[in-house]
């Protein structure tokens, strides 16, 4: 994949470097995020088409501050750099950066030049965000001033003959008034990208890589039913057909139907050889009387793996085993260090007693978005392809407290009757996670002339991008009533219904 149309982003410790390498794709162009200090050699093999400096907390002046090879500027690529890009530049070139005493922060209005191939298309007034600590105070040689705002004359620059722009505030951010028109001017007006990173003709050159590189040999795939493993699959199934085995391991905390609408997808839909192994009563007879969360995720992510390694050896000698790893994974920051951990709570890892001799990582370039267009790309049912995340140890921590048989069934009807209702109402798509817990509490209720002490059930729902926070939906009373009385109605042992209304941080968006 070497050599294909790329914007590198070399990272200065940016908060945004993922959002502009997504900003880039969206324009239809392949960019991917370097550390600032990666060497000359590494961009001069991947010839960029252009280059963007992000921003950073630093200041140029600070005696550790980040810099790349000056060399960098002799490559004939054109550069954007974005605030601390743009000062490392006019700093490096000669110009003269002021340190500044207090931060600017939020949304000002800017005077854009557009006459530059930057603004193309702009009006002489635009809203932008500035956040920012020091400013440039004197252009390098060559350079013209392109944008300015009251506190800061000098807010974008330009040498046309070189190609190397600056802009002092940020343009990949929603803040900025169409932020990303300016990224886009940056790529095709002045970089002259042609702008052929599109998800077909992803898929098109992956399955040709994939079956150069693998050739007629044997591949293994664990599969989750999870937006990436399915992908993956269905990528490597198209490319290599039966010479790809998938392991689908049921441990059988999944939701109701969901092992046999995914057995059903790969199976008969695209007819992949699927091994589908249940082990419902090996996980529970490991998890019975356990209650401590860490515990479960532990016993389950052992197991897992103990279950595929033993399908795995009846296959015998694979060449290639396939990880589902996607480009955030691998995103090497600024901060010098590789972050290949997903989140620390994956059930898994690699097996270690499998025979392989290669790992391929078919989606490794890929934002979770883009996987998800490569799903639809591949003819994958919408209901997988935008399935919402589920974690690895299943309805085992929806479960509070130790799991049997029955709490497990007595979920995964609630449960369903949750999700069943929040799509009738079309919410599907707007909620990022809901899900129902099975509290371990009991309280006394009353049926017809009956006394009841049964289960509460909790429903829980959030809005979110990265789930590292998340807001609690605000779902109709009007659902939540109807999905609360279908379920004491419907689902035995359930007697009360509780809808959490905590939001991350502090709650977490599990319960376990
Ligand atoms: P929390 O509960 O930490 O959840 O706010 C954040 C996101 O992570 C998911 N999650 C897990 N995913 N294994 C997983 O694969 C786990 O053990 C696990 N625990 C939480 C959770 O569903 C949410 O999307």
Redesign the pocket.
């Known amino acids: 994949m070497k050599n294909k149309e790329t914007i590198v982003i070399l990272d200065f410790y940016s908060q945004f470097n993922q959002l502009i390498a997504r900003r880039v794709r969206e324009c239809n162009v392949y960019s991917e995020v370097l550390p600032y200090d990666v060497s000359i050699e590494k961009i001069k093999e991947i010839n960029p088409k252009g280059i963007i400096f992000t921003g950073g907390p630093a200041s140029v002046y600070e005696e550790d501050a980040p810099n790349c090879d000056k060399e960098i500027f002799n490559l004939g690529i054109p550069i954007l750099g974005i605030c601390y890009g743009m000062q490392f530049m006019s700093y490096s070139l000669g110009g003269k950066v002021e340190k500044g005493s207090k931060k600017e922060y939020g949304e000002t209005e800017v005077n854009l030049d557009t006459s530059s191939p930057l603004f193309e298309g702009f009006n002489d007034k635009n809203i932008c965000l500035m956040s920012h600590t020091d400013l440039v105070k004197e252009l390098p040689n060559g350079f013209r001033t392109i944008a300015s705002t009251s506190n800061c004359p000098i807010a974008g620059i330009e040498n046309k003959d070189l190609n190397f722009y600056g802009i002092q505030f940020h343009a990949e951010v929603n803040n900025t008034v169409n932020g990303v028109k300016i990224i886009r001017n940056f790529l095709y007006n002045i970089c002259k990208c042609s702008g052929d990173w599109v998800m077909s003709s992803f898929v098109e050159e992956s399955i040709k890589n994939l079956r150069e590189r693998i050739g007629n040999k044997k591949v293994l795939l664990a599969l989750s039913g999870g937006v990436d493993s399915s992908v993956a699959a269905v990528l490597l199934h198209k490319a290599i057909g039966k010479q790809l085995t998938c392991i689908f391991v049921d441990h059988g905390l999944l939701r109701k139907n969901e092992g046999d609408e995914v057995e059903n997808i790969f199976r008969n839909q695209f007819d992949i050889n699927l091994i589908r192994v249940n082990a419902e009563e090996r996980f529970l007879s490991k998890l019975a009387g356990v209650s401590e969360p860490e515990k479960k ?1 532990k016993i389950i992510g052992e197991e897992f793996i103990r279950v595929f390694e033993e399908e795995a050896k009846k296959i015998g000698t694979v060449d290639f085993l396939v990880q589902g790893t996607i480009y955030p994974d691998v995103i090497e920051s600024g901060k010098g260090k590789a972050a290949v951990i997903k ?1 620390h ?3 898994g890892g690699l097996p270690d007693y499998v025979d392989f001799k290669e790992i391929i990582e078919p989606l490794r370039d890929l934002f979770k978005d883009e996987v998800r267009k490569t799903g639809l790309e591949l003819g994958i049912p919408e209901m997988l392809v935008f399935r919402q ?5 299943g309805l085992a ?1 929806r479960i509070i407290g130790d799991i049997t048989r029955e709490k497990l069934d007595i979920l995964k009807d609630a449960d369903y009757i949750f999700r069943e209702e929040i799509s009738k109402a079309g919410l599907d798509k707007e909620l990022n ?1 809901y899900f129902a817990v099975l509290t371990n509490l009991k309280s006394v209720g009353v049926m017809g002339d009956y006394r009841t002490y049964d289960y509460t059930l909790a429903l829980r729902s959030v809005c979110t991008t990265d ?1 590292m926070t ?1 807001t609690w939906s605000r779902i109709p009373y009007d659902i939540l009533e109807k999905v609360s009385s279908r379920i004491v109605n419907e689902v035995k042992h359930i007697n009360r219904v509780v809808y959490d209304i905590t939001s ?1 941080p502090p709650a ?3 319960w376990e």
């Open positions: 995720r989140s709570h994956n059930v995340p589920f974690p690895g140890p921590i996670q789930f998340a991350k977490t968006i599990e």
